[in-house]
């Protein structure tokens, strides 16, 4: 081929990708939608993603006696599930009582379960304990007692969890330090031999003394990590179990060295607490997984739809599973909002010609805007349509029961009043984008041919007038 052939060739083809590829498409991650919660008196969540095609679910039953598995091809499915008992409590002595937080690992070629457990004559000796199981399918074969975990002291330890970064095997856990006035610390260490020894150095890597960190008791527990963006984000959880609990944060460098406790910078704010307007209130103790189309990190964890608890925290059966989406912001940190409201989970409307942009409410004027802070102004619920079947109307997330309408054609967030006009200002058609495939709009109600769309940064319900620009505004990916 000569040279002036391939340059031609080359031009034809950038020409069809930019005509196949949407603009806005790069940006925005498909929309992962789910109903909440996904399992009720299940607390301690902990999904795992196998090359199998199933995800794999265990968690705390409120009777603190047994282990249960579950699996499903998809997230929602695990809702259904039948679940398994795979191991319960001795009758005396080690791991008699107080069967909490197990976690589910594939290691080379074999299962692991990691769990908590107290003695059947003294409930409160809680030290951690490994499960081992050679089946392909973990909900048969035989699971075989590998013992306990030995760290460095002989203390209060739970909530062990593993995780690979650089080639290299690391132990997660929370422990009571001697000499430490906290219930439970962070600490880290390689991994040994096998996946229930450590070896070399133990490190600290935080120690709860924010006030976030120690209502009703001082607690750093229940760690989970993410890797994405050249970065390692360690969530943690804090304070008591009850509404006081929320999620923090520590970030290291994926080139660093995670032993070094200063490779980790602590987030001086919870990343992840309750939120009244949602009803959801205790959120944390959680782990990771992926969408079922992979292009989705999951966060997963355990929350209440009520505040008050008579008596201990432990003794209120009612802590639920639930799964949501986490957003990236620009500077590539995770953004894990709010939890949100019970039902279907939400999505983001963005822009399909402004990249990174999406639709938010600020005062309650819907407009466009670029890393919007905080990340549930820019979520909405797609649920039946005010005005009926065959419409869809947009609830924010963060106001529930305030839903996106259009008021002498501009978009406004507002409080369902009742009233018919609302609701069929609230109503539209969700139709195939105007811009094409992959893309979405929304067709006024009582505007036919109108259609929601942004203007010099705000948003409006206007009629298509045909052109391109038109069009282009008048279309969302959804996130």
Same mark, same amino acid.
């Given at each position: ?72 091809? !998809? =997230?929602? &499915?695990?809702? $259904? ?9 001795? @009758?005396? *002595?080690?791991?008699? /009582? ?98 229930? !020894? =450590?070896? &070399?150095?133990? $490190? ?9 960190? @120690?209502? *009703?008791?001082?607690? /750093? ?259």
């Amino acid at each position: 081929m000569t040279a002036l052939r391939r340059t031609v060739a080359f031009v034809l083809m950038a020409t069809m990708l930019l005509v196949i590829l949407p603009p806005g498409a790069a940006h925005a991650s498909p929309a992962v939608q789910y109903t909440n919660p996904i399992a009720a008196r299940r607390a301690d969540p902990h999904v795992f993603r196998h090359t199998d095609g199933y995800y794999y679910f265990t968690a705390t039953v409120p009777e603190y006696d047994r282990i249960v598995l579950r699996r499903a091809t !998809t =997230i929602q &499915g695990l809702a $259904t599930a039948p679940e398994t008992v795979i191991w319960r409590r001795h @009758t005396s *002595g080690e791991m008699g /009582a107080h069967i909490w937080a197990p976690e589910i690992h594939f290691i080379n070629g074999k299962w692991y379960v990691y769990f908590a457990a107290g003695r059947a004559d003294d409930v409160w000796r809680i030290r951690m304990y490994v499960l081992e199981n050679a089946a392909a399918n973990p909900l048969t074969g035989t699971w075989i007692e590998r013992g306990r975990i030995t760290t460095p002291w002989d203390t209060f330890s739970l909530d062990a969890t593993t995780f690979v970064a650089g080639g290299v095997r690391y132990l997660l856990w929370a422990q009571q330090e001697p000499g430490i006035a906290t219930n439970s610390n962070l600490y880290i260490a390689r991994m040994g031999a096998n996946p229930w !020894t =450590i070896t &070399g150095s133990v $490190t600290r890597l935080t120690v709860p003394t924010l006030a976030w960190e @120690t209502r *009703g008791y001082k607690v /750093a527990e229940g760690p989970a990590v993410l890797q994405r963006n050249g970065r390692l984000f360690l969530t943690y959880s804090a304070s008591a179990t009850d509404a006081n609990y929320c999620v923090g944060l520590l970030t290291a460098s994926a080139s660093a060295d995670p032993l070094q406790a200063a490779s980790w910078t602590k987030s001086q704010n919870p990343v992840f607490a309750g939120n009244a307007a949602t009803s959801q209130y205790g959120p944390g103790h959680n782990s990771f997984t992926v969408s079922e189309d992979g292009q989705s990190d999951l966060i997963v964890y355990h929350d209440r739809n009520y505040r008050d608890i008579s008596g201990d925290p432990l003794n209120d059966p009612n802590r639920r599973t639930r799964v949501q989406k986490v957003y990236w912001r620009a500077d590539g940190t995770p953004d894990f909002g709010i939890p949100v409201a019970d039902g279907v989970t939400p999505v983001r409307l963005m822009s399909y010609d402004v990249a990174g942009s999406a639709v938010r409410h600020w005062d309650f004027r819907a407009r466009l805007e670029n890393n919007v802070t905080p990340l549930a102004d820019s979520q909405f619920r797609l649920v039946t349509g005010l005005s009926g079947t065959g419409t869809v109307s947009l609830e924010s997330t963060n106001f529930p029961g305030y839903y996106l309408r259009h008021r002498n054609h501009e978009g406004w967030v507002h409080q369902r009043d009742g009233s018919a006009l609302f609701d069929a200002d609230a109503s539209f058609t969700r139709r195939t984008g105007l811009a094409g495939s992959g893309t979405v709009s929304f067709e006024s109600i009582n505007f036919p041919g109108y259609y929601l769309r942004h203007r010099a940064g705000t948003v409006w319900v206007e009629r298509d007038d045909g052109t391109t620009t038109f069009r282009n505004s008048a279309s969302f990916i959804l996130e």
